[in-house]
C-alpha cells in the first residue's frame, strides 16, 4: 500500500552526483523510485512536487517537456 511518506524517501533515492553539478534529480528516476514504493505518478504530478516541495533544487532542463533535471542549489537540503 502506498503512502504518502514514501515520497521524500523516493526523492531522496533518486538524488545522483554530478561532477559540474552537484546533486541531481531527473523526473524519470524520481518517477522510477515512486513506481518501486507503489506509487504511480505522471511525469508532470513528480515535476509538480518537486516545485512545491523542494524550493532549494532549481531547472536546468535545457530543452522543453515534462522530462526535467534539476539541481541542488548551494548549501540546500531536502525539505
Not at 523516493?10 to 552526483?17: K, M
Amino acid at each position: 500500500m502506498a503512502r504518502y511518506s514514501d515520497v521524500k524517501v523516493a526523492f531522496i533515492n533518486s538524488i545522483t552526483r554530478d561532477p559540474k553539478r552537484g546533486n541531481v534529480v531527473t523526473t524519470v528516476r524520481f518517477v522510477q523510485e515512486l513506481a518501486k514504493l507503489n506509487h504511480y505518478w505522471s511525469k508532470q504530478e513528480a515535476n509538480d512536487w518537486i516545485l512545491r516541495y523542494q524550493e532549494h533544487f532549481r531547472d536546468y532542463t535545457e530543452h522543453h517537456g515534462e522530462d526535467k533535471c534539476y539541481f541542488m542549489r548551494n548549501m540546500g537540503y531536502v525539505m
